[in-house]
């Protein structure tokens, strides 16, 4: 099994930045795809970005060229780097471990705020 815990949200204002960490514990944090997730209020859960031991990623399209996604796997943490914020990025934000990225054997961080406002 892995715990994840999410730290790094809360409050940007509109083309400002935040940084999302995961430390992820528990299991070898290397045979896992890492993720990170977001919710908005009445909104279902989307894949914000991803990215796979070798370092491939993966980014929703409404925040290519602003998110980047990396991984320390020396420290068992992923990130997530967002800039240029906008209002629309408000939203609970997940870590998520997928293992071998079968979609089969996931694992959920609590989440953490992020609200973009002026």
């Known amino acids: 099994q892995v715990q994840l815990v999410e730290s790094g949200g809360g409050l940007a204002q509109p083309g400002g930045s935040l940084r999302l960490s995961c430390a992820a514990s528990?299991?070898?944090?290397?045979?896992?795809?890492m993720g990170w997730y977001r919710q908005a209020p009445g909104k279902q859960r989307e894949l914000v970005a991803s990215?796979?031991?070798?370092?491939?990623?993966n980014f929703a399209d409404s925040v290519k060229g602003r998110f980047t996604i990396s991984r320390d796997n020396a420290n068992n943490t992923v990130y997530l780097q967002m800039n240029s914020l906008k209002p629309e990025d408000t939203a609970v934000y997940y870590c998520n471990a997928d293992r071998w990225g079968l979609g089969k054997e996931l694992y959920w961080g609590q989440g953490t705020q992020v609200t973009v406002s002026s």
């Open positions: 990215i796979t031991n070798g370092g491939s990623t």
């Open positions: 528990g299991s070898i944090f290397s045979t896992y795809v």
